[in-house]
């Protein structure tokens, strides 16, 4: 129980060590460029590039898949029609 105790009080020195050392460096706490409002930034602008580029990844990605799926159903058609002209060739 003591040891439990103990650990408590360290992770509560931890955590006001973390916030004093947060509180007495104002500046990293501003806001960046983007969140500030500067749109031309270098900053900005790579986060710009990167969503885009993120975009293009996803809407290729679902491209992929809607192919398939247009390939899939393509090459069903395709073996449901030879299934049924064999069904019609072995009838007659």
């Not at 509180?23 to 790579?46: K, M, T």
């Not at 580029?53 to 809407?59: D, Q």
């Amino acid at each position: 129980m003591r040891k439990a105790m103990n650990m408590a009080n360290q992770a509560r020195v931890a955590v006001l060590a973390a916030v004093l050392a947060v509180l007495s460096h104002p500046a990293a706490a501003r806001a960046c460029s983007v969140c500030y409002g500067e749109p031309d930034s270098p900053a900005s602008r790579g986060l710009t590039l990167a969503i885009f580029a993120l975009a293009a990844v996803v809407m290729g990605v679902l491209a992929g898949v809607v192919a398939f799926f247009i390939h899939a159903s393509r090459k069903a058609g395709l073996v449901g029609a030879a299934a049924a002209a064999n069904a019609l060739i072995e009838k007659s």
